[in-house]
């Protein structure tokens, strides 16, 4: 890690939660809804470099009204989990690899890129501060939220220079709940997430923003879920909200190449790996929506899932569009899935070996 020296500003037990009141608060935790009491800040001027580390009670941040970061969308950031290890220990799930997509995404906005070293170091400071809120129970984990934003007061239209860098930690479950069962997607025709070219392969603030217009279309429609397909034709299938997508035609699987406008999700990657070691072959090819339509109903097709850190692995059971809905298998969750959810989850708890290194240990027992 890197050899920083930290301000640490925790709270004193005095006036934190108790832990019956943290129990109250942790017993159904909705996605993002549940913080704990600290947060990392680090800043960052082309002066100073990156300086000014520190640990603080989680609160409002004061921001200028002209505050870049508000008015041209310097805003970026990352999701990763920790879980509580048998040993006692806690350990992130391939945070490297989430820090070198953070440097991608700020490196796209013109944003200075934080070290990685520096990266996983305010992971450990957050995790030590606020230990107690690292979750025992099967069904959650912490999620983590590193964000990057523009701080300088300004309305010109430039990069600034200055920026401030936090981290955010979160008790939760998955994003659909515990055994939520499969979900029903909107395939968008209306609206597009990115372009060749454009900020699809950052995990920037404005992606999100832009999505929740077609997040409340698929509501509209009955789904919980959009689908997003190719700007140019509105044909190929790419996304599934924030979440990368899997087609499974028995023990092979099709997932949708890295174009330039999906997000190079560390889930997707890790499953890649994980499959061949499962028995499954595992094509990146371009599909249709018409295809996956036609694949469903002859049952060619006999499971699709979405995959991300927060969701883990969700099954798609109804798909639909305009041109028609369609049910994939028995609109259920299928084998894949559930395999694939099971080697993976084992992997992030620890209750598997660990041969490339995945989990990264942030905390002794």
Request: net charge negative; proline share 6%.
């Amino acid at each position: 890690m890197a050899n920083t020296t930290w301000n640490r500003q925790l709270l004193p037990d005095a006036a934190r939660l108790t832990p019956a009141r943290r129990a109250e608060r942790t017993a159904a935790p909705a996605f993002g809804e549940v913080l704990t009491e600290h947060m990392v800040s680090l800043e960052w001027s082309a002066e100073q470099g990156w300086h000014n580390a520190a640990v603080l009670p989680f609160g409002p941040l004061p921001l200028a009204p002209s505050t870049v970061g508000l008015h041209y969308g310097q805003v970026v950031f990352e999701g990763l989990k920790a879980y509580a290890q048998p040993d006692g220990s806690v350990a992130a799930f391939r945070p490297e690899h989430h820090a070198s997509r953070f440097q991608r995404s700020a490196a796209r906005l013109a944003m200075p890129e934080l070290p990685v070293g520096l990266f996983l170091e305010s992971l450990a400071e957050l995790v030590a501060a606020d230990r107690r809120w690292v979750p025992e129970v099967e069904s959650q984990s912490l999620y983590l939220r590193p964000v990057l934003f523009a701080t300088d007061p300004s309305l010109a239209l430039r990069p600034s220079a200055t920026y401030r860098f936090l981290v955010l930690a979160a008790v939760t479950e998955d994003f659909f709940g515990a055994d939520a069962p499969p979900v029903a997607v909107w395939a968008s025709t209306r609206y597009s997430r990115a372009a060749s070219g454009g900020t699809g392969e950052a995990k920037c603030a404005g992606n999100y923003a832009g999505a929740f217009v077609a997040q409340v279309e698929a509501a509209e429609h009955g789904c919980q879920q959009v689908v997003w397909l190719d700007a140019a034709e509105h044909r190929w299938v790419e996304e599934m909200g924030g979440m990368n997508l899997f087609f499974a035609y028995g023990d092979h699987l099709i997932t949708p190449p890295l174009s330039g406008s999906l997000l190079p999700g560390v889930t997707r990657a890790s499953l890649l790996a994980l499959a061949a070691e499962l028995g499954f072959t595992v094509e990146e090819r371009r599909i249709t929506l018409e295809k996956w339509r036609e694949d469903s109903r002859s049952g060619a097709m006999t499971e699709a899932f979405a995959c991300g850190t927060a969701a883990v692995i969700t099954p798609v059971g109804r798909v639909a569009a305009a041109s028609g809905d369609f049910t994939i298998g028995d609109g259920g969750a299928g084998t894949a899935a559930k395999r694939l959810r099971g080697a993976l989850v084992d992997l992030q708890r620890g209750r598997a070996e660990d041969p490339r290194g995945w989990r990264y240990r942030l905390a002794e027992r």
